[in-house]
């Protein structure tokens, strides 16, 4: 939790993470500061030996050893579910205990469900759209297509403000009026995100 508390904060602009070492006697988790441990700064080290009664039996974290939180969101800096770091008594094997670290940053001792949205119903009122092409903006249009007949041409120049794009009318959509409201979470930095909502 701190290390992911330490990004959250952009302590020295930086990524922190935690690497688990079931090699070190005691086993021992170091939390450090860089994108990954390999290429961390080493001066900013804080080591955490485990009681000499307690050993690491299993790390699974993703293929790796080491978890690193992303600045911003505080998530892990991976897409999977989730990873986990076993943790045993060494004189009763049997006494174990498994701690879960889910790609949300969410950590517990119980094993996190897989969500599926499978049954969910689909609000498509509201979308996001990723557009990967630069924008000219001085001579571009947007344009709005609805079962392949051209509703709508907006240009980007006449609904610029702040370096954001922002458009909202009505359309008819085949006789039926859509209330339409476009804009961009971020407009050619370095690719475009839409936020379309329909009313």
């Not at 974290?61 to 969101?73: C, K, Q």
């Not at 989730?82 to 008594?89: P, V, W």
């Not at 996190?112 to 969910?120: A, G, I, K, Q, V």
């Not at 959509?173 to 409201?181: A, D, F, H, R, S």
Request: proline share 3%; no cysteine.
């Amino acid at each position: 939790r701190l290390a992911q508390n330490k990004t959250l904060a952009s302590e020295g602009a930086s990524q922190y993470g935690v690497h688990f070492d079931a090699t070190s006697t005691p086993n021992q988790y170091i939390l450090f500061k860089g994108t990954d441990y390999a290429s961390r700064a080493t001066s900013s080290d804080e080591i955490y030996k485990l009681p000499k009664t307690v050993e690491i039996s299993e790390i699974d974290l993703w293929g790796g050893t080491e978890v690193v939180f992303e600045r911003v969101t505080g998530y892990t800096s991976t897409t999977d579910q989730f990873g986990k770091i076993s943790l045993e008594l060494k004189n009763d094997p049997s006494k174990t205990k498994t701690i879960y670290i889910e790609s949300s940053s969410q950590v517990g001792l119980t094993s996190p469900s897989t969500l599926s949205d499978e049954n969910r119903i689909k609000d498509s009122r509201h979308i996001h759209l990723d557009y990967s092409r630069q924008i000219v903006t001085s001579t571009e249009s947007l344009t709005l297509t609805f079962d392949t007949v051209l509703t709508k041409e907006i240009p980007f120049a006449d609904y610029l403000k702040n370096g954001h794009f922002f458009w909202e009318d009505e359309v008819d959509v085949e006789g039926e009026i859509q209330k339409l409201k476009i804009h961009t979470h971020r407009l050619n930095n370095p690719d475009t995100q839409f936020s379309i909502h329909r009313g």
